[in-house]
């Protein structure tokens, strides 16, 4: 019995191993981490509708966790999860929202901000988004939403977020 259980540590320990060896010991999250701790919030162009995102560390900062809440209009709401990407070596994202969509994509630290390239199926094909947060600072940042649409990206809207409560 001993040895039965000896055996099953040795090939546990073997297989996390390999998975540790994956991950950097910490995640550079880059500009992402000023908005941890906090919630920030903006009105959308039609200035009815909220949105209001709250940022968190989860597992001892290996990945941040955006929880965000739409008010104002149809109930709406979302979870994304930021995490290392080892097969990409990149950042990644999942997000979920309660419409049932489930969204993939990227993190991509430029000089003028950071890039959110994503996409997601529907019965239609593959929808291509991306979105540009810019000016991250303790203060807030803007958000532009872009869609991709017979090769070019179009401009969906744009928002201010600033620190909230």
Same mark, same amino acid.
């Given at each position: 019995?001993r040895?039965i /259980?000896?055996?099953i540590?040795?090939?546990?320990?073997?297989?996390?191993? +390999?998975?540790?060896? *994956?991950? +950097? /010991?910490k995640?550079? &999250?880059? +500009?992402? #981490?000023?908005l941890?701790g !906090? %919630? $920030?919030g903006?009105? &959308?162009p039609d200035?009815k509708?909220?949105?209001k995102? %709250? &940022?968190e560390?989860?597992?001892d @900062?290996?990945?941040? =966790?955006? @929880? !965000?809440?739409?008010?104002?209009? #149809?109930?709406? *709401?979302g979870?994304?999860i930021?995490?290392?990407?080892?097969?990409a070596?990149?950042?990644?994202?999942?997000? $979920?929202?309660?419409?049932?969509?489930?969204?993939?994509?990227?993190? #991509?630290?430029?000089p003028d901000?950071?890039? &959110? +390239?994503?996409h997601?199926?529907t019965?239609?094909?593959?929808?291509e988004?991306?979105?540009? $947060?810019?000016?991250?600072?303790?203060?807030?940042? =803007?958000?532009? *939403?872009? *869609?991709?649409?017979?090769g070019?990206?179009k401009?969906?809207?744009s928002?201010?977020?600033t620190? @909230?409560p």
């Amino acid at each position: 019995m001993r040895r039965i /259980a000896l055996s099953i540590a040795i090939v546990a320990s073997s297989l996390v191993r +390999p998975l540790d060896a *994956q991950h +950097p /010991a910490k995640v550079d &999250f880059g +500009p992402l #981490e000023t908005l941890v701790g !906090h %919630c $920030w919030g903006g009105t &959308f162009p039609d200035g009815k509708v909220t949105d209001k995102h %709250c &940022f968190e560390w989860v597992y001892d @900062r290996k990945f941040i =966790r955006d @929880r !965000h809440v739409v008010s104002g209009g #149809e109930p709406y *709401q979302g979870e994304t999860i930021y995490a290392w990407d080892a097969a990409a070596k990149q950042l990644s994202y999942t997000y $979920w929202n309660s419409a049932g969509m489930v969204i993939v994509g990227r993190v #991509e630290f430029t000089p003028d901000g950071v890039v &959110f +390239p994503s996409h997601y199926s529907t019965p239609k094909g593959e929808v291509e988004l991306k979105a540009v $947060w810019t000016n991250l600072s303790e203060k807030g940042y =803007r958000v532009t *939403q872009s *869609q991709r649409t017979d090769g070019a990206w179009k401009d969906l809207w744009s928002m201010d977020l600033t620190s @909230r409560p």
